[in-house]
């Protein structure tokens, strides 16, 4: 089974910066989109940012003009670049990649950003 492995969660203060990374385990085949969920404490989970294959990016409106989602097809990689920071941010961010028939998530990363 593919295994996804996160990376680049932290601690910070608002303002700063967070870079995060998924990579899957093995090459991969019909892949349709990768990116990330969050969920925070109370909330429901949302998707954060996506990316398709063919480059398509969507993001959740609270993080436009701060969040950058890219990938690294030939390496399984994608990343979330977030910048400026606020506590609002502050969740688990899950990774996810989407093929045609299944989904699979990492194991989430906690993402603290304090005021």
């Known amino acids: 089974q593919v295994q996804l492995q996160e990376s680049g969660g932290g601690l910070v203060q608002t303002g700063e910066s967070l870079r995060l990374s998924c990579a899957a385990s093995a090459t991969i085949s019909g892949i349709t989109a990768m990116g990330w969920h969050r969920q925070a404490p109370g909330m429901q989970r949302e998707l954060v940012a996506a990316i398709t294959v063919g480059g398509h990016t969507n993001y959740a409106d609270s993080v436009k003009g701060r969040f950058t989602i890219s990938r690294e097809l030939k390496r399984n990689t994608w990343y979330l670049q977030m910048n400026a920071l606020n506590p609002e941010d502050t969740a688990v961010y899950y990774c996810?990649?989407?093929?045609?028939?299944?989904?699979?998530w990492g194991q989430g990363t906690q993402v603290t950003v304090s005021s």
């Open positions: 996810f990649l989407r093929r045609l028939n299944s989904n699979f």
